[in-house]
Every structure is written in structure tokens, then in C-alpha cells.
């Protein structure tokens, strides 16, 4: 595997060696030693998750407040997705800051998205099947949504124009409002 840090040291793009020939191909999509010698700690997955998405599908700016607060490990493993992740942690050098990276089927990457980071994606081909694993359970109580347009955030999303997004999405706070992370 390829490991290697984003703009944000601490949100990794994972690159897995494929080996492939006429019949098809593999590779390890998960390893526990690499993943944790990368990270520098030793995480503990509980839940994987799997969103099927259509084409101009935003989902985000999602995370969870302590102690509920996920690491999030995220691939898209049919289409593409735009996928972006954002510091939310007011002690950092890059709070407020957000790093964003193309996921497919094709590419096979992956991102490393730690707690304190919120997250969202933009569906980028006619269908998508997005699936990642996360660090504590999901619990509505501490779910919270940054609205996905902010203007101090200013992602630089690749459509802007019809979008599909959710009410509660559209409804997400403004990040000078917004509960964060110390």
C-alpha cells in the first residue's frame, strides 16, 4: 500500500497495490498493522456503513461530538466521488481548513478522515456505492451537520448547480455557529 498525508497532515489518501491480469484483480483493501504504523495509534473499527448515492447527491458536512466522535475510513467502491474532509478542531493549525480527493471504483483509494474532521461527499457519476468503516457507533444525539456551502469553509466543490441534498443538509449550521472539537 501507498499511504501519504493530504494538505491536512493527519487526513491520508491510502493507495492499495492492485495485481491484475486477463482474469480480473486483487488487493488488500484493509490491513490492521499498516493502517495503525500509518495513523501512528491503534485504531478500533465498530461499524461499516454503505450509502448508495445518484448522480448530484451531496452528503455532508457530517460528524459527531464527543464521546460519540468518529474516525472515518471511506472508499467508493463502484462510481466516483468527490470526498472531503474538514479540521474541525480549534486547537489545530488547519482548523477550519478542508482537503478534498476523488475516490472510485477505478482509483481505488482511500481516506483516512480522523475524529474532529467533519465529512461529506459529492456523487460524481451516474451511480455510486460509497462504504467506510468508523471508530464509534452512530448516535443521533451527538450527530451534528455543517452546512455544505459555508462561506468560511468556501469548499471548492466541482458541481455547485442542481444538487440533491437532503433537508437535513440544507439545514446544516453555519461553521462560526457550529459545535466543535477543542
Known amino acids: 500500500m501507498n499511504i501519504y498525508a493530504t494538505k491536512i497532515s493527519e487526513?491520508?489518501?491510502?493507495?492499495?497495490?492492485?495485481?491484475?491480469?486477463?482474469?480480473?484483480?486483487?488487493?488488500?483493501?484493509?490491513?490492521?498493522?499498516?493502517?495503525?504504523?500509518?495513523?501512528?495509534?491503534?485504531?478500533?473499527?465498530?461499524?461499516?456503513?454503505?450509502?448508495?448515492?445518484q448522480q448530484g447527491v451531496l452528503r455532508g458536512l457530517h460528524y459527531q461530538l464527543a464521546p460519540f466522535s468518529q474516525g472515518k475510513l471511506v472508499r467508493c467502491v463502484e462510481g466516483e466521488v468527490f470526498d472531503v474532509a474538514?479540521?474541525?478542531?480549534?486547537?489545530?493549525?488547519?482548523?477550519?481548513?478542508?482537503?478534498?480527493?476523488?475516490?472510485?471504483?477505478?482509483?481505488?483509494k482511500q481516506l483516512w478522515i480522523p475524529e474532529g474532521f467533519a465529512h461529506g461527499f459529492l456523487a460524481m457519476s451516474e451511480r455510486v456505492q460509497f462504504v467506510y468503516k468508523t471508530t464509534n457507533y452512530y448516535s443521533p444525539q451527538h450527530?451534528?451537520?455543517?452546512?455544505?456551502?459555508?462561506?468560511?469553509?468556501?469548499?471548492?466543490?466541482?458541481?455547485?448547480?442542481?444538487?440533491?441534498i437532503s433537508e437535513k443538509d440544507k439545514n446544516g449550521l453555519n461553521f462560526s455557529v457550529a459545535e466543535i472539537f477543542d
Open 143 to 164: 450527530d451534528r451537520s455543517i452546512l455544505w456551502n459555508d462561506k468560511d469553509i468556501n469548499i471548492d466543490w466541482p458541481i455547485a448547480d442542481n444538487l440533491n
Open 11 to 53: 487526513v491520508l489518501v491510502i493507495e492499495p497495490k492492485v495485481f491484475g491480469d486477463e482474469r480480473g484483480y486483487f488487493f488488500e483493501s484493509f490491513n490492521q498493522r499498516i493502517f495503525e504504523e500509518a495513523v501512528g495509534y491503534k485504531v478500533n473499527f465498530v461499524q461499516d456503513n454503505h450509502s448508495q448515492s
Open 86 to 108: 474538514v479540521d474541525l478542531r480549534r486547537s489545530s493549525a488547519t482548523f477550519g481548513q478542508w482537503v478534498g480527493e476523488y475516490l472510485s471504483a477505478d482509483n481505488k
